[in-house]
């Protein structure tokens, strides 16, 4: 059984940056070549902020970037701003269905 | 402009048969390869994956809801459905419908609606 696991939370401040991590706990970890990343802000859909592991969708700043190394993914927020003080989710493939992490608060101090 | 709209009831009755309707505007379901998607959260939880469709019939479904899950597309009026049997309190949650940002992709969900909240509750 896969699952994707992120830190229950994180914090920074203001200016800092803050990196999200996203583990595939996993026999096999080939099926974790694409990786998405979500913002949600409560009572709200989440919105996409990466996808492809690195790609920003257009609208999306250049703070936000991805990166991922062996069953690690990583979402980097640099110059943290009060506004990306959120819920972060991964998501990837498992085998031909697909799991979201179990999320990650950001508290921006 | 895409637009996605979750609608249905916001109360269902435990065993029984949880049924919602995404109606898209802006957009095609039929246009292009697109995997349309339904993702749940239970309230205070993380998001869980419901399953995505294309419009030619391909459908995945989540593993541990597929022998209660049924997606369904009706092209003529845009929408695409969510039937799920069998309900009980663990499925109260919002359920979302979305679109993902490229063809063939099912986890890169760029467009969502609203939300819709279903309580399972007698």
């Known amino acids: 059984q896969s699952a994707l696991t992120q830190p229950r939370s994180v914090s920074g401040s203001p200016g800092q940056s803050v990196t999200i991590s996203c583990t595939k706990t996993?026999?096999?970890?080939?099926?974790?070549?694409?990786v998405s990343w979500y913002q949600q802000y409560p009572g709200k859909a989440p919105k996409l902020m990466i996808y492809?592991?690195?790609k920003r969708p257009s609208g999306v700043p250049d703070r936000f970037s991805g990166s991922k190394s062996g069953n690690t993914a990583s979402l980097t927020i640099s110059g943290l701003q009060a506004e990306d003080e959120a819920d972060y989710y991964c998501?990837?493939?498992?085998?031909?269905?697909?799991?979201f992490g179990g999320g990650t608060k950001l508290t921006v101090l | 402009q895409l637009q996605l709209q979750e609608s249905g009831p916001g109360l269902v009755k435990p065993s029984e048969t949880l049924s919602l309707t995404c109606t898209v505007s802006g957009d095609s379901i039929g246009s292009r390869s697109y995997f349309w998607g339904w993702i749940r959260q239970p309230p205070g939880k993380g998001l869980e994956w419901i399953g995505s469709f294309h419009y030619s019939g391909i459908t995945y479904y989540n593993p541990s809801l597929k022998s209660r899950v049924i997606i369904s597309v009706d092209t003529s009026k845009n929408q695409f459905s969510l039937k799920m049997s069998s309900v009980t309190a663990a499925d109260t949650a919002v359920y979302y419908c979305?679109?993902?940002?490229?063809?063939?992709?099912?986890?890169?969900?760029?467009?969502w609606g609203q939300g819709t909240l279903v309580t399972v509750s007698s």
């Open positions: 998501c990837s493939y498992a085998g031909s269905f697909v799991l």
């Open positions: 996993s026999s096999d970890v080939r099926g974790f070549t694409y």
């Open positions: 492809d592991v690195s």
């Open positions: 979305a679109r993902p940002i490229d063809d063939h992709n099912l986890i890169s969900f760029d467009y």
